[in-house]
């Protein structure tokens, strides 16, 4: 039997992490898109100081949604905050593979190592 595609079509309904590889792609193609039609393009379009402020205002929606709100409201602005993190990645030109490779490389290495290392004293 044939192992399915890793970024074939299922990879778009996906429930698991491969469809964050699929937005990412849909993301990068609205560059140039038409802003009339795509709120992704609508963002580009509205500049780099615009996407950074989305990605700090859906963090914080973040925050307010695990203090007050539960857990049902942190799944779904959890997911607007990737896909605005994905926007802000397009436009800085870094890709999600960067991104995977540097967590990659943090496993194995403990987070209170990795902080003592830089902590003087
Ligand atoms: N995952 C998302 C996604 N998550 C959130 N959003 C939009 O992000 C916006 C954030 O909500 P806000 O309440 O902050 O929006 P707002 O008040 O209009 O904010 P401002 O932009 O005015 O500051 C909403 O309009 C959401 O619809 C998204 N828009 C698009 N996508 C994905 O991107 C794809 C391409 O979308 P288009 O670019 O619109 O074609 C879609 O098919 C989706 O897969």
Redesign the pocket.
């Known amino acids: 039997m044939t192992a399915p595609e890793p970024d074939g079509p299922a990879a778009a309904s996906a429930p698991d992490a491969r469809v964050l590889d699929h ?1 990412n792609r ?2 990068a193609d ?1 560059k140039g898109a038409d802003p009339a039609t ?4 609508k ?1 580009f379009a509205k500049g780099p100081n615009k996407i950074a402020q ?1 990605v700090g ?1 859906e963090a914080t929606e973040v925050v307010i949604a695990a203090v007050a709100e539960g857990r049902d409201s942190v799944v779904t602005e959890s ?2 905050l990737l ?1 605005h993190l994905s926007v802000l990645w397009a436009q800085t030109g870094v890709t999600p593979d960067e991104v995977w490779a540097e967590l990659a490389r943090r496993f194995g290495t403990s987070g209170l190592d990795e902080k003592a290392s830089r902590t003087p004293g």
Do not use: G, Q
Request: avoid cysteine; proline fraction near 0%; charged fraction near 30%.
């Open positions: 937005l849909v993301v609205r795509s709120y992704t393009a963002l989305k205002e997911a607007d896909y």
